[in-house]
């Protein structure tokens, strides 16, 4: 009966915490409407994670009349330049890129370099959503090589933010109830069955911050992929569809012969195995059969 009245207050509070609050309103002069906007944008902003809860109070007390905090980017983006240089400037490229991009405040996140002759390289750089036209403009032209190939990409990813920050609101609420809950329960089977649902949700809301991380990280920072081809080097070979055909019959065909010598050696020693066991029965038989007819007494005789 206890069991039965825990589910049951787990459920009402539950779902109680899912239900959106009543909003409330105020009207006054355009200072002090100046004011409530600020405080709702830089609450909204903390609902969405883009700032934390005590970032988000201090925001409420620094804005002044009329001004409104800067949202975060809620766009990725992504690029890629393949850029040809000079021989004799091919050292000094990637050395370039990674004071074009420090120089906007970003980073190299890695940076490849081939040996072989023609050389290539792959420079990776992060750089703030801001800069991010900047940065490819200005990787163009490093160690003044010129663009064969360019492009990028964008992802707005504004309503995951949304959708996201709600959830975790959700499970917030719900965790405060299972956490009273928990102070309230008096048997074992009650603790434990709280404890499960508890954990189940905050496992979840782990989850969710943690991806909320990772877009504001993806967000905040764009990537470009920065490849770097000497002078003289040829351009990777795309492969065309006959050769994909050949080489995936290739492919397949050594995958028969190889499963074909894998069981030969599982056949052949079976094989050897049984045929000496039937060499063996062939030349036991007649000396078995014949002591067999030695050993029985004539007709006549029984009579």
Known sequence: MRAITVV????????????????????????????????TSAARMAAAGSLAPKDAASAQLQLGPGKL????????????????????RFSD??????????????????????????????????????AFQTAMSDLSGVAGGSVHDVSFESEDVGQQFVDLAARRTNLRSQERVLRRLMDQAVTVTDTIRVQNQLSQVQ????????????????????????????????????????????????????????AV?????VVIPLALLAALALAAGLWLWPRLARRLGRSQPPAGDAA
């Not at 370039?96 to 420079?123: C, Q, Y």
């Open 8 to 39: 049951a207050t787990v459920a009402a509070l539950t779902a109680a915490a899912g239900l959106p609050g009543c909003g409330q309103t105020s009207s006054g002069s355009g200072s002090a409407a100046n004011e409530n906007g600020a405080a």
């Open 69 to 88: 905090p800067e949202p975060r980017s809620t766009v990725i983006q992504t690029g890629r330049l393949t850029v040809q240089i000079d021989r004799d």
């Open 93 to 130: 490229a990637t050395l370039e890129a990674g004071r074009i991009a420090n120089e906007l405040h970003g980073v190299v996140v890695s940076s490849d370099i081939s040996k072989s002759r023609p050389r290539m390289a792959t420079v990776v750089v992060r750089v703030p959503a801001a």
């Open 203 to 258: 496992g979840q809301i782990e989850e969710i911050s943690g991806r909320l991380r990772y877009l504001h990280d993806q967000a905040d920072l764009s990537t470009i992929t920065l490849s770097l081809r000497e002078a003289g080097a040829a351009p990777p070979r795309q492969p065309t569809a006959i050769g994909s055909a050949f080489r995936r019959g290739w492919d397949r065909a050594v995958s028969v012969v190889t």
């Open 261 to 265: 010598i894998a069981g030969a050696g």
